[in-house]
């Protein structure tokens, strides 16, 4: 969040320098005359932070997948997660079954510890 912050302060200067046109879209990342970055340069940027790392390099949008996956098995509504990636939550329903039944044996085994006897 303190990157993110100094980010957005550094762009509020970069506004005031080029004039109300820049960055019109309140974009979080933009080039440098403040329209929206070219699809290529992003991939191109990630590619060699990834690289830099030495880390493998996992796809964009496979990220975002592991992103839902992740929250969907930490017990996030399929709701919530739906909402966090702008998509409909039938839609998160049908891509990530796979995540939901072990959800549902979870749900079923706290249940069930809610009517065990206890001594």
């Given at each position: 969040?303190?990157?993110?912050?100094k980010?957005?302060?550094?762009?509020?200067?970069?506004k005031?320098?080029?004039?109300?046109?820049?960055?019109?879209e309140?974009?979080?990342?933009?080039?440098s005359?403040?329209g929206?970055?070219?699809?290529?340069?992003?991939?191109d940027s990630?590619?060699?932070?990834?690289?830099?790392?030495?880390?493998?390099?996992?796809?964009?949008?496979?990220?975002r997948?592991?992103?839902?996956?992740?929250l969907?098995?930490d017990?996030h509504s399929?709701?919530?997660?739906a909402?966090?990636?702008?998509?409909?939550?039938?839609?998160?329903?049908k891509t990530?079954?796979?995540v939901?039944?072990?959800m549902r044996?979870?749900?079923?085994k706290?249940?069930?510890c809610?009517?065990?006897?206890?001594?």
């Amino acid at each position: 969040m303190k990157i993110l912050s100094k980010h957005r302060i550094q762009q509020g200067r970069e506004k005031l320098l080029h004039g109300g046109d820049y960055n019109p879209e309140d974009l979080v990342f933009c080039n440098s005359i403040g329209g929206r970055p070219r699809y290529r340069k992003i991939r191109d940027s990630y590619k060699s932070m990834v690289k830099a790392t030495g880390l493998p390099y996992i796809p964009p949008h496979s990220l975002r997948h592991t992103h839902a996956t992740l929250l969907l098995k930490d017990g996030h509504s399929v709701k919530a997660v739906a909402e966090r990636l702008g998509d409909d939550p039938a839609t998160i329903e049908k891509t990530y079954a796979h995540v939901l039944p072990s959800m549902r044996e979870a749900i079923v085994k706290s249940i069930e510890c809610m009517f065990e006897e206890r001594p």
